[in-house]
């Protein structure tokens, strides 16, 4: 019952909902995705003295932050921003390429985005859905399902040392939108990043050899500076933010790996 609540909460509403939404989009300026190149490099100069390191591959796929909306190039959106962030803190140059689409859905990347991406291995996938699908009102057993799909295409395609599975932009704040339209969107907005955070805690068997880690966009909305023009989009400055809490969780859990694969060589050489 309690997945089903943003829609209960919705159907008395509806005729209102629509009105409101149909005139938000009407009156809400539509930015353009970033300029310039889809791939790129954060550079970190190696001391040296030392040895230099492999650089570590990063792809992201999502909807409009990917594509930069709301910003000018992809070195201010989420792609570029995310590997500088990581570069600095791992002390390591990260390439990085951005699939990413305006108005995207899951169900878009699995049938028309993932097939853009070479069929190679990569370190660290983003995958950033969810505000198109809870606009859309997905289902939160779809929802499961599409993720799933792509994870396990991804897995099958690029075969990634980590899955990194964003929450879901605050919809709840955002000022472009007006209520009553708000309160229900962010109620479907939590349902569905609660049913990810219920699939990541009970993975199929055919996944749970995959490192996965959800990170919440923890982001200000009443700092309008952290806001593009449109109300709709993060600006550069909450781009950056986004992009240190994807970090700093990234850094955390490759060192939390590194660990675990020192620890268990360690035990199989006693063995």
């Not at 990347?109 to 009102?137: E, H, R």
């Not at 199929?204 to 700092?223: G, Q």
């Amino acid at each position: 019952m309690r997945r089903w609540l943003p829609e209960l909460i919705a159907l008395p509403l509806l005729p209102w909902l629509i009105v409101q939404g149909r005139r938000a989009r009407r009156v809400t300026p539509r930015l353009p995705e970033a300029m310039g190149p889809t791939i790129g490099q954060a550079r970190i100069v190696a001391d040296p003295g030392e040895a230099p390191q492999r650089p570590l591959a990063l792809l992201t796929i999502g909807e409009s932050p990917v594509a930069g909306v709301g910003v000018a190039t992809h070195y201010e959106a989420i792609t570029g921003q995310f590997a500088a962030a990581l570069a600095a803190r791992l002390q390591r140059t990260i390439t990085w390429q951005a699939v990413g689409q305006n108005g995207a859905t899951i169900s878009m990347a699995v049938k028309s985005m993932l097939p853009q991406v070479a069929s190679q291995k990569v370190d660290i996938v983003l995958i950033a859905f969810g505000v198109n699908d809870t606009t859309s009102f997905r289902s939160c057993r779809r929802y499961r399902a599409e993720l799933l799909q792509l994870m396990r295409d991804l897995q099958a395609h690029v075969s990634p040392r980590l899955m990194v599975i964003s929450g879901i932009p605050p919809i709840h704040a955002f000022p472009a939108l007006p209520e009553p339209l708000r309160y229900v969107l962010g109620m479907k907005a939590k349902a569905l990043d609660e049913t990810v955070e219920h699939l990541l805690a009970n993975l199929p068997a055919d996944l749970r050899s995959v490192r996965v880690t959800r990170v919440p966009m923890l982001i200000d909305i009443n700092d309008r500076d952290l806001m593009a023009s449109d109300g709709y989009h993060p600006s550069a400055s909450g781009v950056a933010l986004w992009a240190r809490q994807l970090a700093t969780a990234v850094a955390a859990h490759l060192k939390s790996i590194k660990k675990s694969k020192a620890a268990q060589n360690a035990a199989s050489k006693q063995g």
